[in-house]
């Protein structure tokens, strides 16, 4: 892909402007509360975008349009299945104790909830999976620019580093939030043509249908049974792994997008921001899952002069054969499409997913080094300026950290499988954790800590003794499964059980705290706050509804 | 700072952009369209990047 003059300007621009925002929002970081937490003042339709946008980083839309050529529209479920309903549950149940609370980070209400233990566990492992998670898809996208534009891999990772390190030094968690509204916007542009044009092209909905096998066009139809479907899962792996403990334990309990919501300005602005972040999510796949589907079909119809109109790219693979690389599927289908001009708002659309996605990662990782483990254990009780500059500190070396992470992602691609489970599974055992200590009040400290702990060595145990696809099983092959994914769905599901039958075991005999220390962090024991006076469409209630009987529209079109 | 003012900008400033690049040189064309890809994304982001200023000034004049 080669680029014009123009396409420059568009970039260049792109990159004025988040600076240029990050300049302006640079007055109002003046305390460590502004700096890491926004002091709770953003307006909640720009708090609802960057709750999603956070969450859309390179990796993501890359990865999405490749899961869309590889395993048609069931990949959807990542959105309707995989986000909408825990969304939903996130903003009506439990949002309330997160912002009620007061608490800073996630493992500060596990804090206030439990105990110290429990919080140094949870922020330990959150520190260290936002760094390798900034670092590998810093890796994906310095691979990509390499292998589609030939620019230099160094520079184009220390460039864009440098410009997510200085628009977030600047501004904090405020300018890294307005930047994702934006980069949100960005990527609907520098897409959405792309998704219109490969659809039509290839006939539109019906032209796909009819060139495809049926189990990639029907999200729900062929899952009854692993060997149905492209992905290899079934219905249980789906609605359990996938629709309830990974989808529930990501948007719920990752302080990555949930520190979004709690930079909120009101209650009710942090209840709505997910869900009025659902509403966009949940159109997503049609920009982003869409062009994959869409590639295949176009890799079916003969162009003039006999060959087809488009081939999957290929590379080689691990067997000295060539396999398809699903991963250029994406920026394949930009140079078949884009003249110069839309090809620089697609290409910044590409580079802005990657900034918000790491802008998210430093931000959170910031927040939860400086109060949950510097504040908490190296230096307590310094006055807020000392956080304050701890927390910009901390921002540089969570971006030079994440620099380390891309080039160990570069040398040791073998360490990646592992990290990208460990990704998988680290939030699945910590949604019990809060299921459990937002909703039964009975459930203890020890008994919390315990469980987290089961839950999480018990899912790398599992990985190290299943195989699918090749990966896991380091210490024996107790048993195979179709593909990773279902791996990881059941993988999930054991580390979610297990550690809520050890918590619920474990508080039982142990004693509980008093109710009295319990208000504001447990249901029933805390006043939720009735909307009577807000307009009928600013109810969290009317909002949930409406995103659900949408989600199910969805769902039943596609099925 | 209203977001909507910078934001709002930006992509009138990249509606402006395709826009001019539809018109003057309509022929461009990626390998598989026969459409004007840049001049009818470009009038998308014009008017996008119109609205987003609108917003902002009634805003603006509602709060003084």
Redesign the interface.
């Given at each position: 892909m080669k680029l014009a003059p123009?396409d420059y300007?568009?970039l260049a621009?792109?990159f004025a402007?988040v600076l240029?925002?990050g300049w302006?929002?640079r007055k109002k970081a003046t305390t460590s509360g502004d700096f890491l937490t926004s002091g709770r003042s953003v307006p909640v339709w720009?708090t609802s975008l960057a709750f999603i946008a956070a969450n859309l980083g390179a990796q993501e839309l890359i990865g999405m349009a490749a899961s869309g050529a590889k395993y048609g529209i069931m990949t959807a479920h990542f959105y309707w299945i995989g986000a909408i309903p825990a969304m939903v549950f996130m903003g009506l149940f439990m949002m309330p104790f997160y912002y009620g609370s007061k608490a800073r980070s996630v493992p500060e209400f596990l804090k206030m909830r439990f105990d110290e233990k429990t919080r140094g566990f949870n922020a330990f492992m959150f520190a260290v999976m936002t760094i390798f998670s900034s670092g590998i898809s810093m890796y994906a996208l310095g691979l990509l620019l390499q292998l589609v534009l030939g620019w230099n891999f160094t520079t184009s990772v220390l460039a864009t580093a440098a410009i997510v390190l200085a628009y977030t030094y600047l501004g904090g968690l405020t300018s890294a939030i307005?930047n994702e509204?934006?980069q949100f916007?960005l990527i609907v542009?520098g897409f959405s043509?792309l998704a219109i044009?490969a659809c039509a092209?290839a006939g539109g909905w019906h032209g796909i249908v009819s060139r495809l096998p049926s189990n990639m066009t029907h999200s729900w139809t062929h899952i009854g049974h692993a060997s149905e479907n492209p992905m290899g899962v079934e219905i249980f792996g789906v609605v359990a792994g996938l629709g309830f403990v990974l989808s529930f334990g990501y948007w719920c309990t990752n302080f990555l997008v949930v520190q979004r919501a709690m930079a909120a300005d009101s209650m009710s602005a942090a209840r709505r921001t997910p869900l009025i972040g659902a509403i966009p999510k949940m159109f997503l796949p049609f920009v982003v899952i869409l062009p994959g589907i869409a590639a295949v079909a176009?890799a079916k119809i003969a162009g003039p002069g006999g060959a087809h109109?488009?081939e999957l790219p290929m590379k080689l693979g691990a067997s000295g054969l060539m396999v398809k690389d699903y991963d250029q599927v994406l920026t394949t289908l930009m140079?078949?499409?884009?003249?110069?001009?839309?090809?620089g708002?697609g290409l910044t659309g590409l580079m802005a997913s990657f900034m918000s996605g790491m802008a998210g990662n430093v931000t959170a990782f910031n927040t939860v080094f400086t109060y949950d483990i510097y504040q908490a254990y190296i230096r307590k009780g310094a006055p807020d300026q000392h956080y304050l500059k701890v927390g910009k500190m901390t921002t540089i070396i969570g971006v030079a950290l994440s620099i380390g992470a891309a080039y160990l992602a570069g040398y040791y691609n073998n360490i990646m499988d592992i990290l990208q489970f460990v990704f998988g599974v680290v939030n699945a055992p910590l949604f019990a954790t809060f299921l459990l200590g937002m909703f039964w009040k009975r459930s203890t400290a020890n008994g919390a800590f315990s469980g987290l702990v089961t839950g999480t060595f018990g899912a790398v145990l599992i990985w190290c003794f299943t195989v699918a696809e090749g990966k896991g099983g380091v210490f024996g092959n107790l048993y195979e499964f179709r593909s990773t994914m279902a791996q990881n769905f059941w993988i999930a599901i054991v580390a979610f059980t297990s550690c809520f039958l050890v918590t619920v075991v474990v508080s039982i005999f142990t004693q509980p705290r008093k109710e009295s220390e319990l208000e504001g962090l447990v249901y029933g024991l805390t006043k939720i706050r009735r909307d009577e006076n807000a307009k009928w469409y600013e109810r969290p209630v009317v909002l949930a509804v409406f995103v659900l009987v949408l989600a199910v529209i969805l769902n039943i079109w596609f099925a | 700072m209203d977001l909507r003012v910078p934001s709002g900008w930006f992509f009138t400033l990249l509606g402006v952009i395709l826009v001019g690049m539809g018109l003057i040189s309509p022929d461009a064309r990626a390998a598989l369209t026969d459409v004007n890809v840049n001049l009818y994304s470009g009038i998308a982001m014009l008017i996008f990047g119109l609205f987003l200023l609108l917003m902002a000034r009634l805003a603006a004049s509602r709060s003084r």
């Open positions: 123009v300007v568009i621009t792109y402007m240029g925002i302006m929002l720009i307005y509204v934006l916007f542009a043509p044009m092209r176009l109109l488009y140079a078949k499409f884009y003249p110069a001009g839309i090809l708002v | -």
